[in-house]
């Protein structure tokens, strides 16, 4: 697979029933960065989605897909190479198969606050083999 690597999951916590905080490291010399961009690297928004879904697996103990994103906002940049470590936040609800998830992923800390460089809104499904 073409992520993998990419990235490592240290910790997965719940903070309560529903609602997770994962610690992300990021490889920054995967071979992604070579492509985006070489220059100047930056974790491509599609390995964030993909992210969020590896973490909602590891919570819910089995693979996930998304069945919908709802919304999803990229509200700045990943460069691995000033700060490789990530914080996942998400809330799960699970009805009729279908697990709802509400998260974020934060980069670092700003003069303001927390920097949250994604918030996503999606269904997702159990992977059946």
């Given amino acids: ?7 490592k999951i240290g910790t997965l916590s719940p903070v309560d ?3 997770f905080s994962a610690q992300v490291d ?3 010399s ?3 960065f070579g492509g985006h961009f070489p220059e100047r690297p930056i974790l491509p928004g599609v390995c964030s ?15 996930q897909r998304y069945v919908s994103i709802i919304q999803c906002k990229f509200t700045g940049m990943v460069d ?6 990530l914080t996942v ?4 609800k699970q009805e009729n198969g279908i697990t709802g998830v509400n998260g974020t992923i934060v980069n670092g800390v700003n003069e303001t606050g927390e920097r949250v460089v994604l918030k996503i809104k999606a ?3 159990e992977v059946e083999v």
């Fill in 1 to 7: 697979m073409m992520l993998q690597g990419l990235f």
């Fill in 17 to 19: 029933e529903f609602s």
């Fill in 26 to 28: 990021i490889n920054e």
């Fill in 30 to 32: 995967h071979p992604v």
């Fill in 49 to 63: 989605i993909h992210l969020i879904k590896e973490c909602v697996g590891m919570a819910t103990g089995c693979e």
């Fill in 80 to 85: 691995p190479g000033l700060n490789n470590r």
């Fill in 89 to 92: 936040r998400f809330a799960i």
């Fill in 123 to 125: 269904s997702m499904a």
